[in-house]
T-cell receptor, first 116, second 111 residues
């Protein structure tokens, strides 16, 4: 079945540094990937929609200069949290749609970011 | 703006009992998803409902969709402890656009 991986699965970084999270579709090609953030005991909040070969579409209130998204190929999207602060600590989850169509979103296992 | 409301948000039930989780949404949509999330984990897809009257069942879980009422239900039959998790519904945009998630229902099944 369709598998999405994320790397790293967890990361601890110091305040002010940048962190890159990778999201890969392993056995299918994805023209569209989604990035979510989830705080403890809350729902998923969509941050941005990532389209291969074009600029990401950010949701209202999400700083595009802080959360840099690159979707350089049909199997890879990256989210870079720049100048991270403790309030950026969260669980980041990506999902992908198969470019062949279908209704499913396939979710990655998530990346837990802790900023100290 | 699409709004998705789940209720209840918290559910504690005894093993062997039945219960239903409700998911209401505010605007027309052509797809409805149910997911399960265990603590510290990502989402596991349970059901995708694509048409009015759709009903899908897997084990002790059954999901249905009424697009006219803009309502989906997730029915739990004879609950067991392993079903303890948080369940999310999500409503998809048209043309495979982005999905909007409900707040989730945290289910605890007690022996």
């Amino acid at each position: 079945g369709a598998v999405v991986s994320q790397h790293p699965s967890w990361v601890i970084c110091k305040s002010g540094t940048s962190v890159k999270i990778e999201c890969r579709s392993l056995d299918f090609q994805a023209t569209t990937m989604f990035w979510y953030r989830q705080f403890p005991k809350q729902s998923l909040m969509l941050m941005a929609t990532s389209n291969e070969g074009s600029k990401a579409t950010y949701e209202q209130g999400v700083e595009k200069d802080k959360f840099l998204i690159n979707h350089a190929s049909l199997t890879l999207s990256t989210l870079t949290v720049t100048s991270a602060h403790p309030e950026d600590s969260s669980f980041y989850i990506c999902s992908a749609r198969d470019m062949k169509g279908g209704s499913e979103q396939y979710f990655g296992p998530g990346t837990r970011l802790t900023v100290t | 703006e699409l709004k998705v409301e789940q209720n209840p948000l918290f559910l504690s039930m005894q093993e062997g009992k039945n219960y239903t989780i409700y998911c209401n949404y505010s605007t027309t949509s052509d797809r409805l998803y149910w997911y399960r999330q265990d603590p510290g984990k990502s989402l596991e897809s349970l059901f995708v409902l694509l048409s009015n009257g759709a009903v899908k069942q897997e084990g002790r879980l059954m999901a249905s969709l009424d697009t006219k009422a803009r309502l989906s239900t997730l029915h739990i039959t004879a609950a067991v402890h392993d079903l303890s998790a948080t369940y999310f519904c999500a409503v998809g945009g048209t043309n495979a656009g982005k999905s909007t998630f409900g707040d989730g229902t945290t289910l605890t099944v007690k022996p």
